[in-house]
């Protein structure tokens, strides 16, 4: 019998997700909860398990498209005959998809199971009449492929219908995006690059109106750069991965988005490292993993958190957003790039249960088995630079935040200490901030309190 594969329903605001790479072909022999494919969402990359054993008889998306949750992806053959009333679905099969969150999503409305191959009473629309091609050249790239939509009544995805709504973007400029996902629907991808191209166009044709002045020669020069050709085999051209444009996109959007504004600072952290030192073996028998410096500067930025918490915001237009809960994202870096789990409620954590935290979460992002709900509504960020070395770095926001610290690498250095000279251990930590709603006294007072709590820190009553 047969049992449908369905796009798993990877959090709560998440309604699409890219296959990202089939480990099975059609034909091959899976095991249940066996890892098949990896697919991505603009959250975080999972790997998906089957949902029965059996014969992956058919993949019906494949490798690079956008489907949306609910959409059935691939066909597993089983080897029972039908169970409870065999309607050639196993109704006793506790998900049709693999779900690394909770329960199955439920297909949405406008998603149906695709039963048997389409009959001819659901004829497709005859092409819409309206597409006559304008007579005027040069127009822009991204209008150029105003291919027909596939549909009088396109299905656009919550997402999509947000990101068109913000944008200015209307229903007729909708009908002419070509959508890349499965059965033609526009994906994220593609309406944010309409989008960046349509800014981009007003720049390039030339207005209606002709100005005395400019000379009609002067158009040749303006056209687009042409790529530099390759220099036989002194370069080599490498393609983005999901992973790599996705972190492109949210560095450039946050750019654009927060005047950024750094502050810098150090900090004394000698007793910290003489009591990790002094307790991490016997730390590592009770616990299982090593205790890190992280979870110190976690809560050190938690406390301050607390009393700054116009740090602890978003901005929404003219609008301040103070966030309650008190969610600190941590950057964790990975073989292709980087994600930032996020530790909930950072602030009711003991240093022990912090460490537990910091040490379960970092280990699953480099296994690629994070939730999309825990890499979700951080309310600031830590990034360690140190780990690579590094003394000091100016980070870059995570959006919608207002603030990220960087801290650097832990060194021993001599600093002068009531007029004497001691060898100490020292690290610069840094602070971006939002300077549309953080001031550089704001700022400045937050990242000293970082530093009084951390040189302050008893770590035997954390």
């Known amino acids: 019998m047969k049992v449908d594969m369905i796009m798993p329903k990877m959090g709560e605001s998440i309604t699409e997700g890219t296959i990202l790479r089939w480990l099975k072909k059609e034909g091959d022999r899976v095991e249940r909860d066996e ?61 049709a998809a693999a779900e690394p969150t909770s329960a199955a999503p439920e297909p949405e409305p406008q998603q149906q199971p695709q039963p048997q191959p389409a009959a001819p009473t659901a004829p497709p629309p005859p092409p819409a009449p309206e597409q006559p091609a304008p007579a005027p050249a040069a127009a822009p790239a991204v209008e150029a492929p105003a291919a027909a939509p596939t549909a009088e009544k396109r299905f656009y995805s919550p997402l999509v219908r947000s990101i068109a709504a913000k944008e200015g973007v209307s229903e007729e400029e909708l009908a002419r995006i070509p959508g890349t996902g499965m059965g033609g629907r526009v994906t994220k991808h593609d309406i944010l690059q309409y989008i960046e191209n349509r800014r981009k166009a007003p720049a390039a044709p030339p207005p209606p109106p002709p100005r005395p002045e400019p000379a009609p020669a002067a158009a040749p020069p303006a056209a687009p750069p042409v790529a530099p050709a390759a220099a036989g085999d002194r370069v080599e051209i490498i393609e983005m991965d999901h992973m790599r444009k996705a972190i492109a996109e949210h560095m450039v959007k946050s750019v654009h988005t927060s005047p950024h504004v750094y502050s810098f600072s150090e900090a004394d952290v000698t007793h910290l ?190």
């Open 35 to 95: 890892v098949i494919l990896e697919i991505s969402t603009d959250k975080v990359d999972s790997e998906i398990p089957s949902p029965t054993s059996g014969v992956l008889k058919k993949i019906l998306a494949q490798e690079g498209d956008t489907v949306e949750v609910g959409s059935v992806i691939a066909e597993i053959e089983t080897e029972e005959a039908g169970v409870e009333g065999g309607n050639g679905k196993d109704e006793t099969a506790p998900t």
């Open 273 to 462: 490292v003489k009591y990790r030192e002094r307790v991490k073996d016997e730390f590592y028998r009770r616990e299982g993993f090593k205790l890190t410096y992280t979870p110190f500067f976690m809560i050190a930025a938690a406390k301050a958190l607390k009393d700054f918490p116009l740090v602890n915001s978003s901005v929404d237009g003219d609008r301040i957003i103070l966030k309650k809960d008190i969610n600190i994202g941590m950057a964790v870096a990975l073989e292709q790039g980087l994600i930032v789990p996020v530790v909930k409620n950072a602030d009711t954590l003991t240093l022990v249960g912090m460490a537990r935290v910091v040490n379960d979460l970092a280990q699953r992002a480099r296994e690629k088995k994070l939730l999309p709900d825990e890499v979700q509504d951080g309310t600031f960020t830590i990034t360690n630079l140190g780990s690579f070395g590094s003394l000091i770095g100016t980070p870059i926001i995570s959006q919608p935040q207002v603030a990220i610290l960087g801290v650097g690498i832990i060194k021993k250095r001599v600093v002068v200490i009531n007029d004497a000279i001691a060898i100490r251990d020292m690290v610069y930590l840094s602070l971006g901030f939002d300077h549309r709603i953080i001031d550089g006294a704001l700022g400045g007072m937050f990242l000293e309190r970082v530093v009084k709590y951390l040189q302050d820190m008893d770590p035997e009553t954390l």
